[in-house]
């Protein structure tokens, strides 16, 4: 199979991507009933594995592991090609030789997160419970178990400790709960464009996506794999609200303004008479070929979730105590989603449990998206915060 | 039949509502074929009819006749109580005795707009063409053809011109195109938290709603009424999207933030554990006893085309050349919907025409909503303004 044959749509692609949860084209750990996981909600999870890719090599003391962790819709592809979209990985211009995290000087492994559907284990898993998909009978997932998961993984690698723990938006919620609950086992930490507790706002947002999601006929109560079928409309609806918040004001302004999709007629119709709204529903229609509708619910419910001041008592400080991490926080001018404020509050929780912190707010038009963009200046930064900790460190 | 009679929810409240579309409990001034209704679309309407109700008394002068345009989801009730809902007018803090919109003083006058549901001709009237409900059939509506319509409406009332256009969103979208397309029958217009021509990212958040409305499988293209269902769910989605963005950030986080609507526990399921959650929900859902979904469609479509400067050669000063109304433009702090930015464009413009403006952008918590809620700035210097005014014309 060549990669141009996996650029389907339909049901080429519904099938591809449902053999993906399972048997990802990647690396996968899997974990045995004597090996379960336990989860925040208070269950365990037995068997269950970890999809993963590695790139460069880890180094004989077992010093220079890096671990990527990726955002909502993202996967374990950061610098390699996605099976699914034959697209190239999406953070390719951090990850890769002579990168800021360089390939050649680092061990770089990125693991799909739990509740996701590119072969971790998540709702579209297969569940031997019921021998059909897990779908809602999968408990609730959150950030630490997402964490907890990928330090199974470390230690399925014989990896000691983490050299770096980088990502942005829910990635970078799980570097900062990596930092928390393993101060040990984390080196040095890259949290960007991201926030130690969801807001109102982006809760109000992802709601909304679940409820178009759940109002779709065709999620049939989420047993819609059952069925052969996927809510497509409702999710492409979800992906289309959330990806307005990840655009700035200002770059959708730019990038399409009031500009019509035909010359300069306006068509009195429903049909996309501007170019915005041509750009959001292919947006939300290339998101469902490579998406899983309940792995959305999963995933976004985490964000919900994730509050680490509410897990220290209320404060944030309380999280990092006594840490030796040292922190890089990176935030962008026009992230609405996850906006510097997000930031500051980490980097004054930090500055009070005593770490280590450096902190830059990168001038951008693009939004929370900048993160993964080309940015010279955050990746200059993220390069200089690695060199000086990779010496640190002596590597 | 109280008034209490009419808060029922599901099907005696879309009899109701079906009911307002043809026969509103308001007052309705009717077009017969020999006064069709010229539309931007390129067609005419006929027969048409315009709901509305008025307030105060004309005077033997016919020189304080006020005219005051709702928003997106508004209607003719502005100062008395709304038939489907039973809830006050939404604009009594502004409209009535002693307000400064003061009825002891001028006949005010709200109709409901072109393409709504609740008795002027819209999606949901009854077209004699076909037997039927209008649904799609009805052509594309524009605010200069609602404006259009509300003029015809002041004809049929026997009123040369008014002496105060006065809304906020898609109301203060209206007063522009009154003030530009009619410059002598306005005396005075007060545009507020509005703008000249819809974002771009405006016109993408109505394009989710939309969405979300057509993916409903009971919206049926648009023919649901035949059918007697609404697509309920797509509807409610439509307006959870909106809803948020007519909140500041700020008022999100106070009014909910991340609290939790049973206590302190997070439940690890998708039903609503936060109260942010729970109010979106139950927005959702009162809405769509009280709104029409194609209306939503249509009159959302209406925002998005709107732009004054487009239909003058791209220069929004055009639209105002050589005019004589004076104008009291205002904004609020942390509307991000409609920002100060989109007021002080229409203010330069005003300035470049060479006519009377005033600008205030008031200090606000609640972002877009503001403009509807106990704002005592925002009150004060619009009662000021109209005072002003009022003497100016010896009323």
Same mark, same amino acid.
């Given at each position: 199979?060549?990669?141009?044959?996996?650029?389907?749509?339909?049901?080429?692609?519904?099938?591809?991507?449902?053999?993906?949860?399972?048997?990802?084209?990647?690396?996968?750990?899997?974990?045995?009933?004597?090996?379960?996981?336990?989860?925040?909600? %208070?269950?365990?999870?037995?068997? &269950?594995?970890? @999809? !993963?890719?590695?790139?460069?090599?880890?180094? #004989?003391?077992?010093?220079? $592991?890096?671990?990527?962790?990726?955002?909502?819709?993202?996967?374990?592809?950061?610098?390699?090609?996605?099976?699914?979209?034959?697209?190239?990985?999406?953070?390719?211009?951090?990850?890769?030789?002579?990168?800021?995290?360089?390939?050649?000087?680092?061990?770089?492994?990125?693991?799909?997160?739990?509740?996701?559907?590119?072969?971790?284990?998540?709702?579209?898993?297969?569940?031997?419970?019921?021998?059909?998909?897990?779908?809602?009978?999968?408990?609730?997932?959150?950030?630490?178990?997402?964490?907890?998961?990928?330090?199974?993984?470390?230690?399925?690698?014989?990896?000691?400790?983490?050299?770096?723990?980088?990502?942005?938006?829910?990635? %970078?919620?799980?570097?900062?709960? &990596?930092?928390? @609950? !393993?101060?040990?086992?984390?080196?040095?930490? #890259?949290?960007?464009?991201? $926030?130690?507790?969801?807001?109102?706002?982006?809760?109000?947002?992802?709601?909304?996506?679940?409820?178009?999601?759940?109002?779709?006929?065709?999620?049939?109560?989420?047993?819609?794999?059952?069925?052969?079928?996927?809510?497509?409309?409702?999710?492409?609806?979800?992906?289309?609200?959330?990806?307005?918040?990840?655009?700035?004001?200002?770059?959708?302004?730019?990038?399409?303004?009031?500009?019509?999709?035909?010359?300069?007629?306006?068509?009195?119709?429903?049909?996309?008479?501007?170019?915005?709204?041509?750009?959001?529903?292919?947006?939300?229609?290339?998101?469902?070929?490579?998406?899983?509708?309940?792995?959305?619910?999963?995933?976004?419910?985490?964000?919900?979730?994730?509050?680490?001041?509410?897990?220290?008592?209320?404060?944030?400080?309380?999280?990092?105590?006594?840490?030796?991490?040292?922190?890089?926080?990176?935030?962008?001018?026009?992230?609405?989603?996850?906006?510097?404020?997000?930031?500051?509050?980490?980097?004054?929780?930090?500055?009070?449990?005593?770490?280590?912190?450096?902190?830059?707010?990168?001038?951008?038009?693009?939004?929370?998206?900048?993160?993964?963009?080309?940015?010279?200046?955050?990746?200059?930064?993220?390069?200089?915060?690695?060199?000086?900790?990779?010496?640190?460190?002596?590597?």
């Amino acid at each position: 199979m060549t990669t141009s044959d996996t650029i389907e749509t339909g049901e080429a692609t519904d099938a591809l991507r449902r053999r993906q949860a399972d048997e990802p084209t990647s690396r996968v750990a899997r974990f045995g009933t004597d090996r379960p996981l336990v989860l925040d909600a %208070g269950l365990t999870l037995a068997p &269950w594995q970890i @999809a !993963y890719e590695t790139y460069g090599t880890l180094n #004989a003391a077992k010093s220079n $592991a890096v671990l990527v962790c990726h955002a909502l819709t993202g996967d374990q592809y950061v610098a390699s090609t996605n099976p699914l979209t034959g697209k190239p990985g999406w953070w390719e211009l951090v990850v890769g030789p002579g990168k800021p995290i360089d390939t050649d000087r680092f061990f770089v492994i990125s693991s799909n997160v739990l509740g996701g559907c590119m072969g971790t284990t998540g709702p579209a898993s297969f569940n031997p419970a019921t021998g059909k998909a897990w779908g809602l009978d999968l408990p609730v997932i959150t950030i630490a178990d997402m964490v907890r998961a990928q330090a199974a993984l470390i230690d399925h690698l014989g990896i000691p400790d983490l050299f770096l723990v980088a990502g942005g938006s829910m990635g %970078g919620m799980q570097v900062l709960q &990596w930092a928390s @609950a !393993y101060p040990d086992r984390v080196f040095a930490a #890259a949290p960007i464009a991201t $926030a130690a507790s969801h807001s109102a706002q982006n809760i109000a947002f992802y709601e909304v996506g679940r409820q178009a999601v759940m109002a779709d006929p065709d999620w049939r109560e989420g047993r819609y794999l059952d069925f052969g079928v996927q809510p497509r409309k409702g999710l492409a609806v979800a992906r289309m609200a959330a990806h307005i918040t990840y655009m700035s004001e200002v770059s959708l302004h730019s990038k399409f303004g009031r500009r019509l999709q035909h010359g300069d007629t306006l068509g009195y119709g429903f049909d996309g008479d501007f170019q915005i709204e041509s750009y959001l529903r292919h947006q939300g229609s290339t998101f469902v070929d490579r998406f899983d509708a309940n792995s959305y619910l999963y995933v976004s419910r985490a964000m919900d979730y994730f509050d680490l001041a509410a897990d220290h008592g209320g404060v944030l400080a309380g999280a990092f105590r006594g840490t030796k991490t040292r922190f890089c926080v990176m935030s962008f001018t026009t992230d609405w989603a996850f906006p510097t404020r997000d930031s500051r509050v980490i980097v004054h929780a930090l500055a009070a449990a005593g770490a280590k912190v450096s902190f830059a707010e990168i001038e951008s038009d693009r939004g929370h998206d900048a993160f993964l963009r080309d940015e010279p200046e955050m990746h200059a930064i993220l390069a200089g915060f690695i060199d000086a900790a990779a010496r640190a460190r002596g590597i």
